[in-house]
């Protein structure tokens, strides 16, 4: 499951894990025309983790979901 919302200045994407347990926290991703953030709270460390992409990796990133094993250069 997840929610989308379109704040002023960025879109926000949460990914809420319907899995099988044991489950993972939900992960935010706050999409702006210069960054991709993503968060996920880790309980053993009670903080949140943020990892920061580029559009360019993020484009990368979702273009590598759906290819087979190997080495690519975005065109």
């Known amino acids: 499951m997840f929610t989308i919302e379109h704040e002023f200045d960025a ?3 949460t990914l809420v894990d319907d899995g099988k347990a ?3 926290e939900d992960v935010t ?5 210069s960054a991709i953030l993503l968060n996920q709270y880790d309980p053993r460390t009670d903080r949140t983790v943020s990892i920061t992409l580029s559009p360019e990796q993020w484009r990368d990133l979702t273009a590598a ?3 087979p094993e190997g080495v690519y250069r975005a065109p």
């Open 11 to 13: 879109t926000v994407v």
């Open 22 to 24: 044991p489950l993972q």
């Open 29 to 33: 991703v706050h999409a702006t025309e």
């Open 65 to 67: 979901l759906n290819l």
